[in-house]
């Protein structure tokens, strides 16, 4: 579960040129959840991912994840717990290491690590399992560098590389937004499989606002860092792209862009 409680992120206090990027935005993600996030551009959505991760410090509130009050736990601490894939499908992944060795790396994570090297036979083969189960040939490429990959064979390999060792949350920024909409579509649906069957608490930022009431079952709407809509249950299950777009233009100061509905 991931609680966020009056998140508040301030960029430059004190100057002229302060920004408030975040503003008392509070949540509640139970176990399992699969909650979207949108909004326009400047709207808080990618700050939000960033306070939760760590990589940004809350200026005042407060995050617990499981119960626990992570808030003042730095980033890398917060890794152990937490998986996320980031736009660039170039992050998340060691290029120059092979498919099988980003894997090693990742399924490692949390655990003590021993003196032996390369990778474990047994790891090798619940590797191949699980790249044979993405569909796209990976697990014959197993000892191929990471940076010969297409956009969408990495962005796969990282979504694996995240959930190879279930997180307590999985943080999508914006995860297929490079991609061209025939791979992008693949990585939504691979997306919705591994975290359903997974059970996996997710928060997803997209700038699709199909996607965004596709998947998932709930929807977070942020307006110029403020938390402006929650959609959930029959209202979200009846809602069209068109109508979100007016309730948008409702309740919000600024419009969504053209790009959001595509």
Known sequence: MLELQNGTVVF???????RVALNNVSFTLKDGDFVTVIGSN???KSTLLN???GAYPLTSGRVLLDG????RLPEHKRARYI???FQDPLKGTAPNMTIEENLGLAYGRGRRRGLSAGVKKADRELFRELLKDLDLGLEDRMKTKVGLLSGGQRQALTLLMATIVTPSLLLLDEHTAALDPKTSRQIMSLTDRIVKEHEITTLMV???IQNALEYGNK???LSQGRLILTLEGSERDHMTV?????LYSANAADALSDRMIL
């Open 83 to 85: 998986g996320r894939l």
């Open 51 to 53: 306070a939760v991760s």
């Open 206 to 208: 997209t700038h699709n």
């Open 68 to 71: 626990k009050d992570i808030t």
């Open 12 to 18: 430059l206090p004190g100057t002229v040129n302060e």
């Open 242 to 246: 068109e109508a979100l777009m007016r």
């Open 219 to 221: 929807t977070l709407v």
């Open 42 to 44: 400047g709207a808080g």
